[in-house]
Structure formats: C-alpha cells, structure tokens
C-alpha cells in the first residue's frame, strides 16, 4: 500500500528566504509525482508534475526534484513570498494499469511566509 | 476559460436528507473524480469515473452515490447513510494517457 508522508507539518520562514519542502513515498514503482498548492477554504492548484522518468521540473521560482530509489521528492521555493503562504501537498499514483488513476496524497505542509 | 466548476460552495442540509453536489468540466477530460477532504486528514477518494456511463468506488464510497451521464458531468450524492457527512468536497479531472489532475474549487457541506 502506497504511503505519503510530508515533513514537516508545519513551516514559518521570513519573507525572501529559500526552503525546501519535502515528501516521501513507500512504493517507489510511479509514473509521476504532483505537487499541488492549497489556500485556506479553496481547491487544488496543481504546479507541478514530474514523470518517473525525468529528475527535476522547474516552474518559476518552484523546481520539484524526483528520486524514485529513495522514494523522495522535494519542492524548491526560491525568495518566498507572502503570497507562498499555502499548504502544499504532494500525490503519487497508487500503481500500474487502471488503478494510475487513484492517486495518494500527503498530508501538505502548511507553509507561511513573514513579511 | 477552461476548467471545473462546482456548485454551491456552500450547502447545509438537516440530517436525513439526501444532498447533490453538481462538478462540471470543460477541458474534454474522460476522467473525473470525487474527493472528501477534513481537517487533518488527507484527500481521500470516494468515487472515480474513467468513462461516461462507467464509475468506480474509491477508498470511502460508503453511503455515496454518483453518475456519469455526461463526458462534461459528474455528480456526487451523499445520501443519509453517510454517518458524518460535514466535510470539504473536492471534484478533479484529468485526461486520458496522463493522471495529472486538475481540481475544483471545492463545495463544504455542513449537515446539522
């Protein structure tokens, strides 16, 4: 069974720093990985999606690294903004064939960005 | 423009009453999905449609009703089996050929 955990929960940076978030997986056998952002009350924004077979996918000041062999992913937010202010989650589908279309999802990171 | 809608963003019903929740999209997804999000918790998926006229359950599909009659729509009902049905519900859509899925903006359904 396909488990995603995001760590930290919770994460409360200055305005401009860089930060990483992260996310794991126990079952490194996936077409791709998705990172999604969050506000408060609203739905899914979807910003990246990294095939298994590529290692890294940029958008913006976001970049998203994918290592399958040690089921991780990270998402990279250069000089955060106020307007960063999210929670992120990240989702891998559960497996081959049709059940692609199932994807498990994180628990997110709730990110806020001091001004 | 294109993308999902849902209808109303907000819905309060009295307990043992039958609720609809209306997804629409236009991006010519086959794909559609049905997801109940609470407060710390996961998305958890409670029904999925790969094709019209064809769905599945999903991971809590317990006192949930859908149809698919239309490639555009998608329409979850939480019926009064549903023991605690207050929650955020999240509808998605995606293509054929790539599971990247695009999300709603949601509909929080408050039954007292």
């Known amino acids: 069974k396909q488990e995603v955990t995001q760590i930290p929960a919770a994460l409360s940076v200055p305005e401009g720093e860089n930060l990483v978030l992260n996310c794991s997986f126990t079952?490194?056998?996936?077409?791709?990985l998705q990172w999604f952002r969050q506000d408060p009350g609203k739905g899914l924004t979807s910003l990246l999606l990294?095939?298994?077979?590529?290692r890294e996918q940029t958008s913006g000041r976001l970049n998203a690294s994918l290592d399958k062999s040690s089921g991780r992913s990270t998402l990279y937010i250069a000089a955060s903004q106020p307007g960063d202010s999210a929670t992120y989650l990240c989702?891998?589908?559960?497996?081959?064939?049709?059940?692609?279309?199932?994807?498990?999802f994180g628990k997110g990171t709730l990110l806020t960005v001091n001004p | 423009d294109g993308g999902i809608t849902q209808s109303p963003k907000y819905l309060f019903r009295k307990e043992g009453q039958n609720v609809t929740l209306s997804c629409e999209q236009n991006?010519?997804?086959?794909?559609m999905y049905w997801y109940r999000q609470d407060p710390g918790q996961g998305l958890r998926l409670i029904y999925y449609?790969?094709?019209?006229?064809?769905?599945q359950k999903g991971d809590i599909a317990e006192g949930y009703s859908v149809s698919r009659e239309k490639k555009e729509s998608f329409p979850l009902t939480v019926t009064s089996a549903q023991k605690n049905p207050t929650a955020f519900y999240l509808c998605?859509?995606?293509?054929?050929?790539?599971?990247?899925?695009?999300f709603g903006p949601g509909t929080r359904l408050t039954v007292t």
């Open positions: 998605a859509s995606s293509s054929t050929g790539s599971n990247e899925q695009y």
């Open positions: 079952d490194s056998a996936i077409y791709n």
């Open positions: 990294i095939q298994s077979s590529q």
């Open positions: 989702a891998v589908p559960r497996g081959g064939g049709g059940s692609n279309y199932k994807l498990t």
């Open positions: 991006l010519n997804h086959d794909a």
């Open positions: 449609s790969q094709i019209v006229n064809d769905f």
